[in-house]
């Protein structure tokens, strides 16, 4: 028997999925005028602040050797290597991609790099089984994603447009992987703004380190203008947002099922390129948002019946140890 899988870990995912959206949109226009190491440190700030607060409030125990609840030096390395690799490689390959591919091209390469990351990152790293369904799903999902790109590629796009969805690609594959790392620290115990406080002080350090070190080196080398930086500002809470929900959503969900339903966000964005910018949408784009959401739909069709997500497995004793 076939079923709809489509539990609290999907339904956080799509939640994921809309802030992203909201980021989308926001930074659509903001990107052309900002510093791409800028912009990715002020995008980072709001998640950084409210992830930091409610574990201070709390005490910190989790980052304490000498409480019961430290989660270990190893989680924290990873956590910390996982920020720095999406939120400075990841954020700037994301600006650079809105940048040389537009909008369309940028959200397709990097839900793409997200899919296919998720998927191999699953199966190599954190060993867990992958579902037919989920790799159909998949499969339909990058059909549709190259029908978006594709769509992308006439018109006022730049002749740079490959470079974008290469840097789109890559963005993709780093976001993939710190979706790997807070699965793999959360399956011992959930510990949902823990993960984030730590993975955006990884990826804040190392932006704010070079953000000032090529202003001192030549001052007025960081540019950006007050309404970009307040547009990406604001982004970030959105961006706060989402990965708040991916952090919840792969508590109980596999990083491939919760990939595959993050890729909406390129239904939503399309949508919203229509009813926010009134951009119309060409045959190729419209095929493109059908094979996506065609393959989401796929991807969370399990067989036996099970309607909830599994429960997350244990980690593994060495990612545990300190």
């Given at each position: 028997?076939?079923?709809?899988?489509?539990?609290?870990?999907?339904?956080?995912?799509?939640?994921?999925?809309?802030?992203?959206?909201?980021?989308?949109?926001?930074?659509?226009?903001?990107?052309?005028?900002?510093?791409?190491?800028?912009?990715?440190?002020?995008?980072?700030?709001?998640?950084?602040?409210?992830?930091?607060?409610?574990?201070?409030?709390?005490?910190?125990?989790?980052?304490?050797?000498?409480?019961?609840?430290?989660?270990?030096?190893?989680?924290?390395?990873?956590?910390?290597?996982?920020?720095?690799?999406?939120?400075?490689?990841?954020?700037?390959?994301y600006f650079g991609a809105l940048r040389e591919g537009g909008l369309g091209i940028t959200v397709g390469g990097v839900h793409g790099g997200v899919v296919i990351g998720g998927i191999w990152m699953t199966a190599l790293f954190l060993r867990e089984p992958l579902r037919r369904a989920q790799l159909g799903g998949a499969g339909v999902i990058v059909l549709g994603l190259v029908a978006i790109g594709w769509a992308q590629t006439g018109g006022s796009i730049g002749e740079l447009w490959w470079l974008g969805l290469v840097f789109a690609l890559g963005a993709g594959t780093t976001y993939a992987a710190a979706n790997a790392v807070s699965r793999m620290v959360q399956r011992r115990r959930p510990i949902v703004f823990v993960t984030l406080a730590a993975s955006s002080l990884g990826g804040f350090v190392p932006l704010a380190l070079i953000v000032a070190g090529r202003e001192l080196a030549s001052p007025g080398s960081v540019t950006f203008d007050p309404g970009s930086a307040v547009a990406v500002f604001l982004a970030g809470f959105a961006n706060a947002v989402a990965l708040g929900g991916l952090a919840m959503a792969v508590r109980t969900a596999s990083v491939a099922s919760v990939n595959t339903i993050s890729s909406s966000s390129v239904v939503l964005s399309f949508a919203a390129s229509v009813l926010v910018f009134g951009e119309t949408g060409s045959a190729p784009m419209i095929l493109g948002m059908v094979l996506v959401t065609a393959g989401i739909l796929v991807a969370q069709l399990r067989r036996g019946g099970a309607g909830a997500s599994a429960p997350p497995a244990a980690i593994r004793p060495d990612a545990a140890a300190g």
């Amino acid at each position: 028997m076939t079923s709809f899988q489509f539990g609290i870990g999907e339904r956080w995912a799509l939640v994921a999925a809309i802030g992203y959206t909201i980021v989308n949109v926001m930074l659509r226009a903001a990107a052309p005028s900002i510093d791409s190491v800028l912009g990715s440190l002020i995008r980072l700030v709001p998640v950084l602040v409210v992830a930091w607060i409610i574990v201070l409030r709390d005490g910190a125990r989790e980052f304490r050797p000498s409480r019961p609840e430290f989660i270990g030096r190893r989680p924290i390395g990873l956590l910390l290597a996982g920020g720095a690799t999406s939120f400075v490689l990841g954020n700037i390959l994301y600006f650079g991609a809105l940048r040389e591919g537009g909008l369309g091209i940028t959200v397709g390469g990097v839900h793409g790099g997200v899919v296919i990351g998720g998927i191999w990152m699953t199966a190599l790293f954190l060993r867990e089984p992958l579902r037919r369904a989920q790799l159909g799903g998949a499969g339909v999902i990058v059909l549709g994603l190259v029908a978006i790109g594709w769509a992308q590629t006439g018109g006022s796009i730049g002749e740079l447009w490959w470079l974008g969805l290469v840097f789109a690609l890559g963005a993709g594959t780093t976001y993939a992987a710190a979706n790997a790392v807070s699965r793999m620290v959360q399956r011992r115990r959930p510990i949902v703004f823990v993960t984030l406080a730590a993975s955006s002080l990884g990826g804040f350090v190392p932006l704010a380190l070079i953000v000032a070190g090529r202003e001192l080196a030549s001052p007025g080398s960081v540019t950006f203008d007050p309404g970009s930086a307040v547009a990406v500002f604001l982004a970030g809470f959105a961006n706060a947002v989402a990965l708040g929900g991916l952090a919840m959503a792969v508590r109980t969900a596999s990083v491939a099922s919760v990939n595959t339903i993050s890729s909406s966000s390129v239904v939503l964005s399309f949508a919203a390129s229509v009813l926010v910018f009134g951009e119309t949408g060409s045959a190729p784009m419209i095929l493109g948002m059908v094979l996506v959401t065609a393959g989401i739909l796929v991807a969370q069709l399990r067989r036996g019946g099970a309607g909830a997500s599994a429960p997350p497995a244990a980690i593994r004793p060495d990612a545990a140890a300190g």
